[in-house]
């Protein structure tokens, strides 16, 4: 599985983000995908994740503003982001979850969030 992840860029606190995944490869092998983030000097962590029946879970940090969703397939998992704040600041990216115990990782993607 490969992942591709756009959608960064910089935004004002407040503000709004929509990230894209586009997962190309052996889709029909996905059981999970989610989203991560790495702030500087720190280790990287969910943001938020989604199964394949659309069940999703989110870090405590983001509950109420961050939403996961997916098309019908893998093709695309995208991560809306509302309400953005300084400390969501980070490089994203998208994880997949195929298989047995098979991990891919995207390029990631820089989120900066001004005061």
């Known amino acids: 599985v490969q992942l591709q992840a756009s959608g960064g860029g910089l935004v004002q606190a407040g503000g709004s983000l929509r990230l894209s995944c586009a997962a190309s490869g052996d889709l029909w092998s996905i059981n999970a995908m989610g989203w991560y983030r790495q702030a500087p000097g720190k280790e990287r962590e969910l943001v938020a994740g989604i199964i394949f029946e659309g069940t999703t879970k989110y870090a405590d940090s983001v509950k109420g503003r961050f939403i996961i969703s997916k098309e019908s397939g893998w093709d695309q998992v995208y991560l809306q982001m509302n309400s953005l704040k300084p400390e969501d600041t980070g490089v994203y990216f998208c994880?997949?979850?195929?298989?047995?115990?098979?991990?891919?990782w995207g390029q990631g993607t820089l989120v900066t969030v001004s005061s």
């Open positions: 994880k997949a979850e195929s298989g047995v115990s098979r991990i891919s």
